[in-house]
């Protein structure tokens, strides 16, 4: 595993900046100069993003990766989400695949080599369905890949990993591999995030670094909570990624509380321990 100073960095979207240079300012803030950047913004709000790639490698921010979002999404409930989750609705295929051509182009333009991004949830029990879900996996895949020279990163959490790997399995795609979130794992409530992490350790390109404590009862949300105060285990976690070879980032994710950037600062002083 890289040393923290190489591998933190932090999600763009979770200080909401509205522009290059205060995601700049935000980034001075925190002190972590790498960031993982939601791409939508970029072609869908042009005034305010253009010469995004420009603007923060003049000020010294590096972009680590870049992340999509589907149209149509519904984080309300889990069972929203499940229904409206990533590509798996056809309402919003059409219009999710050309954004996405537009996602892929970004991630050339910024030269990046890894984009990440919510699947939906894959559906066990439903093969038509299922089938339908890996060939467009696979025809993202392939295009980001295309197009940008870049992986297509999925993010875990709404699936076990058991379903997870073998579905990526069925995709059989290289450059269709897995960004990690210890804490998804928790929140929808699909198992032990360490013995996923073990399970998907070939597989994993980057992870995410946040927090959660588990749903109260079945249909609920677990809460998310800032980095050390929730139920992931980070010693062993990151133990386990470092066994299984990971060499990817490490991205802190904060996407709910009142003081997200000096939750971003409290997490970037408490993990280092466990990686140095």
Known sequence: MKPADESLAFCSWSTQPKCPNCLVSNANEIGISRVQLHLNPIFENPDDWADAGKK??????????????PKGEDYSTPATIQKTGGVVPDEHWQANLEAF????????????????????????DDAALHDKLVGRLRELGDLLKDTAG?????????????????????????????????????LYGMGDPIAAAEKLAPRIRQAHIKDATSPPEPGAWGA???VGTG??????????????????????????????????????????????
Do not use: C
């Open 56 to 69: 923060l490698a003049d000020a010294g921010v590096t972009v680590v990766s870049g992340m999509f979002t």
């Open 224 to 226: 998310e909570v800032a």
């Open 101 to 124: 051509g537009k996602t892929a182009e970004v991630a050339k333009a910024l030269g990046l080599a890894q984009v990440s991004f919510h699947a939906g949830f894959i559906p066990e």
């Open 150 to 186: 870049a992986d297509l990163l999925l993010e875990t959490g709404q699936e076990t990993a058991d379903a997870l790997d073998r579905f990526l399995a069925e995709v059989d795609r290289d450059s269709v591999a897995v960004n990690f979130d210890p804490a998804n794992m928790i």
């Open 231 to 276: 139920e992931v285990n980070w010693q062993a976690f990151l133990k386990t990624l470092n066994e299984g070879g990971f060499n990817g980032d490490l991205v802190i994710e904060r996407e709910a509380g009142d003081d997200r950037i000096g939750d971003i600062k409290q997490a970037a002083a408490y993990i280092p321990q466990f990686v140095d």
